[in-house]
């Protein structure tokens, strides 16, 4: 994959509260996360690590031309890619995890104490990867001119993305929340909040999701907004007129990413 594949074409770097935040974290660290700005699986890992204030050096790379400081790292070449004490681990999920278990004294706990609990948590955290980011993409990626495809396929596939979306929102704790186990933030929120966050993409391209006015809509309303206040999400969001032309290329189908291609085969997260 070369610098002529377009999904290289990227804006450089992080811009608005997310470039300060790279700034604060640009000086040499023994932690250091391999990252590209616009990277939602990137930032489940920020979120996790200023959540936590865990101390860690901010690297910029574009995973798309795959750099040898990449690949010799993670063989997938994708972002995030970790490095801790000179040894690599990537996946988002696992080091969040990771990052959870190998700072114990940091606080706050982002996975309950209670083993049916945290497992609980993990069910869910694993419907956002299995189910809740490939219906995004279907329905992002769905082309009503495409062999096949019509409005009504459309009205479909975000029909089963909202439907997803309502899933998790019914396996919230019952109380006022806003989060998903209650008044505290956890690894669920933090796994889901990215895509969360990037839902104005369909209102952009996609002539907007329809929720419907039902009851869940309420709890996933409040839901929102928490994690849309919450100060590391703000802190890991870049301006909205850069990710713009690569959503595009989503919206149109014409991304080139792991996930584009994955998503086009009928396929899960790369
Ligand atoms: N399963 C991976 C997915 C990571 C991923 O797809 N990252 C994208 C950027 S958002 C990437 O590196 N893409 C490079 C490519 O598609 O070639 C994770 O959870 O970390």
Known sequence: MGSNHPDSQLYPHATGAAAKMVSEHSSEQSLKLYSGWFC????RVLLVLLEKSIPFQYIEVNPYLKPASLLSLNPRGLVPTLQYANKPLYESTVICEFLEEAYPSSSPKLLPQDPYERAYGRI????????????FHRALQYQV?????????????KGEFVSKIR???????????????????????????????RLWVFEHFKGGLELGGEKWTERWGAWLKAVEERESVKATTSEREHYLPIYQRYADDTAQSELAKATRKGRGVP
């Open 145 to 157: 001119t495409g062999e096949g495809n019509s409005e009504a396929g459309f009205g479909e596939v």
């Open 124 to 135: 869910w955290s694993d419907f956002v990867t299995s189910r809740i980011i490939p219906a």
């Open 167 to 197: 899933e998790f929102t019914e396996a919230m704790s019952s109380s006022s929340g806003p989060f998903f186990f209650g008044e505290e933030i956890s690894m669920v929120d933090l796994i889901l909040a990215p895509w969360a966050v």
């Open 40 to 43: 939602p699986f990137v930032q």
